[in-house]
């Protein structure tokens, strides 16, 4: 039976790879592309972690399993890609970022994410799984410096010797303050304070080769995912990789005049410095990217740099996992896939971070999968393929039943050359108030739409004809018929997204 080690970074850009962007360095990643397949079409099912991330374990759109936004969870007796190989024998791990639950907990939706758990290491010295049908779990919250920081990671740190790990992370976080003696630690940013040997990036990299050799050791199959937390703001890595890219050297994203003149309102108040968006503000919680977006270029230029940096590093890392895996004579016998949670908005259309935008660079990720003997080496595929796929790919590839609920593709066929593609179309969704920020977008080869909830704007770009997206269609009266054409695949598809849990056993 084949082992799985799915690899993930965090709001990873699409084109940060070294062998397709000159001016960033990533040869460990280069290496794993030219050993198996470079995917360039796949995309996310939710431009945010919480979604996205649920979807990678259930095979089903957010708008299906319930985790349709961050502050939200993933119901635990939701059918797991992780579930489904524990059931069938396999060894399963999840070392790294989680994000199935939100920061806060209640009597009616518990969780184990929430302050103050997070910094309660006791219960985390006693805590790992299951938990989403894996068997072994260690995990950590923050990015960066953030005061969300404990867990399993924070044990680690301490078993490292770094006792004074605190004092390299923020301390207080709303309501929560973990200052010590009263000495607040307040964010930083750029070339961070914490050694290189303390990073996450270290521990999960440390803690899955040891999670490989245990599995080795047991003689039993696994399924691994290794989830990094980089690149995520904030913009913090330690030295050399904060130093490691010149800011004045950078290519910065242009915004295109006019460009969001025929977009839906919520582009252009980005572009403004004091927007009011108060009109999409429907619960007490902050809406991602609806804010103004414009930064002093110098500024910007300093943050793609360290940017640049946390991928460099992140791809050190996983060149170390990918080692590992060959040092152990694993390599061969698993199915490795690098992808990311979605993707990142560093300038592109005079936009950064993410929010309710669904240009190629917020819903776009890298995907490579390496397969020897299964994976023909040095292929580049322009295969359409989404995140919902991967737990049928990999129940598949190992021979297994995939849960009627999946709704995903199997992308081995595309992946293997059988096959060109494994399906015309596919479906990005974003809701972040339950009904004032609520879009759709469908993306088939050559066209991409979106539509919002009650409202008569939208978006419909030709990426054939316009792959910078700079020309919205939606009310050109010569797309009339393609627009009302898309739209009826929308309708479909989602139609289709529609999980069945079982099948009918009877007549009535």
Known sequence: MPNVLLITSDQQHWNTLGRHLPEIRTP?????????IDCRRAYCPNPTCTPSRASILTGQYPSAHGAWSLGTKLPENVPTVSGLFSQAGYRTGLIGKAHLQPLASTKAYLSIECHPTVRDLEFWRGFHGPFYGFDHVELARNHGDEAHVGQHYALWMEEKGA????RHFQSRLGRHDYSEGGTPHPPQRGAWSLPEPLHMNAWITERSGDFLRESRREGRPFFLWASYFDPHPPYLVPDPWASMYDPDEITLPVLTHGEHDRNPPHFGLTQTANPDFSAYQETPFANHGFSSHLMDPAELRKDIATYYGMVSMLDHSVGKLLDDLEEQGLADDTLVVFTSDHGHYYGHHGLTKKGAFHYEDGIRVPLLARWPGRIPAGQESGA????????ITFLRAAGLTPDPGMIGRDAGPAWSGEAEAIRDDLLVEFRHQPNTIH??????QRYKITIYRGQPYGELFDLEQDPGETHNLWDDLAAVSLKTGLIRRMLDASMEAEPLWMPRVAGA
């Open 28 to 36: 460990n990643l280069d290496r794993l592309a030219a050993q198996g």
């Open 163 to 166: 006792v004074d790990w605190r």
């Open 384 to 391: 359409l393929v989404s995140l919902v796929d991967l737990p």
């Open 439 to 444: 879009l759709r977008t469908l993306v088939s």
